[in-house]
């Protein structure tokens, strides 16, 4: 393996990066050449109606979208040079082909093709070809880039017997690159483990435990953007969704869409998915976790159930001048079916008249009449049959029923019999019970509640695929909150078992997976990291007896010595930090300074009055703000090229329980892509040696 720059002549190309670089403009051309096509279409004369002629102008709006060209963004970032013929139209030929891999495909005025999709079928080589598997690759290049200009490669020969293995500089210069502006390019760095992944078929589930740094977040998007280009009509149809924890993560992974080839997919988090209701009020960590527990599923359908009421009376119908009557043992006859079939609460109360209307066709029939299906209909709409469809099967408000449950207390004993104990009942109810379900101080598991007793009376709409980030967090009612979301689809799952930093974190994936309604979900464990250095994580991996005995800690293919320093202040902590900020900003990338939550006001003040411009997460660096203040809270899932990390006690203390501080601690601690400073006055965690 070597790497050429402009100096390097060692090659019989004389120029060969010129060579590179010549296609990269012709490309960029072709792609420009592309989109004014697309924008030159004149629609006007399209025949249809006006309804075809505005979806037709919005496929053609979101074509030119797509078409745009990223100015930082690396239009092709490798090279397949083929043994042998690939396509169908060189199979005569006696040579092998070559193609450029990128983030989309772009083709020249004759149609053939100067970009391949990194989707491709033709393009996966480029991620599982081996010395051991070359998959008929001779060489394999990759280009390296510099603020959009492509100013080196590197090249594997594959089939050579004489080139030895060798990790490889520019994919590793690639996930070193400091982090300024928008998030680096990713679809270049995917590695043959994680592909598997990202091209597993789209009718099953996959789990994805993966340790800091290891890539899985990379996996969940590439998964979204390969699916929707394998089966894009069909998800097109059914729709995708990306869950994350919060709206900091889903605006910080949103950066990356955009260089694998999609720009519209769906993105929620688990609150926003069932915002029924706004969200005024917080529970105690007990009260979230019984109200995040599985069995509330079975409270909940108890107290949806609980107005049925078997008919005591027979129901009269009158048509004309001829009365038609049900008795009450055909009518509980009828209430006992529904119940028994277990279908949705709505839809039984929508075939409960229905019913109904059919016994009187019957004994209309018999009576000789030749009643038609529009005599049915009448016969469900009739008085006496509404009034007994609303004695036996009451209407259901989701939000009215949940409200009931956590202020009546002899509602709620009624429902969770045998299911809750009586200090889990009490745990749940509201001290001061509010007057209407408007007024109630709900909080975020209560949104969950409701969201379940919406699909007990209707059912949810189902995704084609959904993917779930950092689910390790996720309750049991939250995940099936989600899985209801997937029932005819399927999920991609990634998350940390040791990054759980909630008091209801699952313990185990086939648990989760279970909740999810995914059970045999196939199970895949990334343990190669390539993003934190090794010297950090080791360090970090030192919690994981404490926080997740049964994992294994995570490698790192990054040898960074000096990447780590942990400095005891015992005195002058806030000048420490400045100290610490200061010596990050010195460097090249973006510095995140991640503390206890309750220290973020202290610190912002702090920050301002020393003149250190600061950002949020989630928002965007920049040349002049590459410092952004980060609550522990908010860490998970975010990177910076520098961390400083603030008092690793507060961080631990601020949090229910040791064990989730401990968790919370482990997250902070692996932020960092090149450098971690860890200032502390207390003592350090014992777990930390």
């Excluded at 500089?169 to 400091?178: D, F, Q, T, V």
């Excluded at 949940?402 to 009942?425: K, M, N, P």
């Excluded at 990634?494 to 196939?522: M, N, R």
């Amino acid at each position: 393996m070597h790497s050429l720059t402009p100096t390097d002549t060692s090659a019989a190309d004389t120029d060969p990066l010129g060579r590179e670089r010549s296609h990269l403009a012709a490309s960029r051309a072709a792609l420009k050449a592309m989109r004014e096509d697309v924008e030159a279409l004149d629609l006007r004369d399209v025949t249809g109606t006006w309804v075809s002629a505005l979806i037709l102008q919005k496929q053609v709006d979101e074509r030119i979208k797509a078409l745009a060209d990223l100015v930082h963004t690396p239009l092709f970032f490798g090279r397949l040079d083929y043994l042998h013929a690939v396509s169908e139209a060189d199979s005569e030929g006696s040579g092998g082909e070559q193609f450029y891999i990128g983030r989309r495909h772009v083709h020249d005025a004759d149609g053939d093709p100067m970009v391949i999709d990194w989707r491709a079928p033709v393009s996966q080589p480029f991620y599982r070809a081996s010395r051991k598997d070359p998959m008929d690759v001779a060489k394999r290049r990759r280009f390296g880039y510099t603020g959009g200009e492509l100013t080196a490669y590197e090249d594997e020969n594959l089939s050579d017997p004489d080139e030895g293995d060798s990790l490889s500089a520019l994919l590793a210069a690639e996930i070193e690159k400091p982090r300024v502006g928008p998030m680096r390019d990713i679809v270049a760095t995917i590695q043959p483990e994680q592909d598997e992944i990202v091209r597993a078929d789209i009718t099953g589930t996959v789990c994805v435990q993966g340790a800091p740094g290891t890539g899985k977040t990379a996996v969940g998007l590439h998964r979204v953007a390969y699916l929707l280009y394998a089966h894009r009509e069909r998800l097109a149809r059914t729709g995708t969704l990306v869950v994350g924890p919060n709206r900091s993560f889903l605006q910080y992974i949103e950066q990356v869409l955009p260089a694998l080839g999609e720009l519209d997919v769906a993105q929620a988090t688990v609150q926003e998915l069932v915002g029924h209701v706004e969200v005024r009020g917080a529970d105690t960590a007990d009260t979230a976790r019984i109200k995040g527990d599985a069995r509330m599923a079975r409270v909940l359908r108890n107290a949806v159930r609980a107005g049925i009421t078997l008919p005591t009376e027979p129901c009269v119908v009158v048509r004309g001048s001829r009365r038609w009557r049900v008795p009450a043992y055909e009518l509980e006859e009828i209430v006992r079916e529904l119940m028994d079939r277990n279908i949705r609460y709505g839809a039984a109360a929508e075939a409960l008249p229905q019913r109904i209307a059919h016994a009187v066709l019957v004994k209309m029939e018999h009576g000789g009449e030749a009643p038609d299906d529009r005599v049915q209909d009448a016969v469900a709409r009739n008085a006496a049959v509404k009034a007994t469809v609303k004695a036996c099967w009451p209407a259901v408000d989701p939000v009215k029923l949940v409200h009931r449950l956590l202020s009546d207390a002899e509602f709620l004993a009624a429902a969770a019999d045998g299911i809750l104990t009586a200090d889990e009942q009490a745990a749940l109810r509201w001290a001061r019970p509010p007057r209407s379900a408007r007024t109630a101080p709900w909080s975020a598991a209560d949104a969950v509640l409701i969201d379940e007793t919406t699909d007990l009376v209707h059912r949810t709409a189902s995704l084609g695929h959904v993917v779930v980030d950092e689910a390790q967090d996720l309750s049991p009612m939250q995940y099936r909150a989600v899985g209801r979301r997937c029932t005819t689809g399927s999920a991609t799952v990634l998350g940390d078992l040791a990054q759980g930093t909630t008091p209801w974190a699952t313990g185990s994936w086939q648990e989760a997976l279970h909740h999810l309604g995914k059970d045999g979900a196939h199970i895949e464990e990334l343990t190669q990291g390539f993003r934190v250095p090794g010297e950090v994580i080791a360090y970090a991996s030192r919690l994981l007896p404490a926080i997740a005995p049964g994992l294994a800690p995570a490698t790192s293919v990054r040898d960074a010595p000096g990447s780590l320093t942990v400095r005891d202040v015992p005195s002058g902590r806030d000048e420490a930090v400045l100290a610490a900020c200061r010596d990050a900003l010195g460097h090249e990338g973006s510095v995140g300074l991640i503390a206890a939550d309750a220290r973020i006001a202290v610190l912002a003040e702090l920050l301002d009055a020393a003149g250190l411009p600061h950002l949020e997460p989630g928002t965007e660096t920049t040349a002049d703000a590459r410092l952004t203040l980060v609550p522990a809270s908010l860490a998970k899932g975010l990177e910076y090229d520098y961390v400083v990390l603030d008092e690793p006690a507060a961080i631990i203390s601020g949090e229910p329980d040791r064990r989730t501080g401990l968790r919370r601690l482990y997250v902070s601690l692996t932020r960092a892509v090149s450098g971690l400073t860890v200032l502390h006055t207390e003592p350090l965690p014992e777990e930390l040696g």
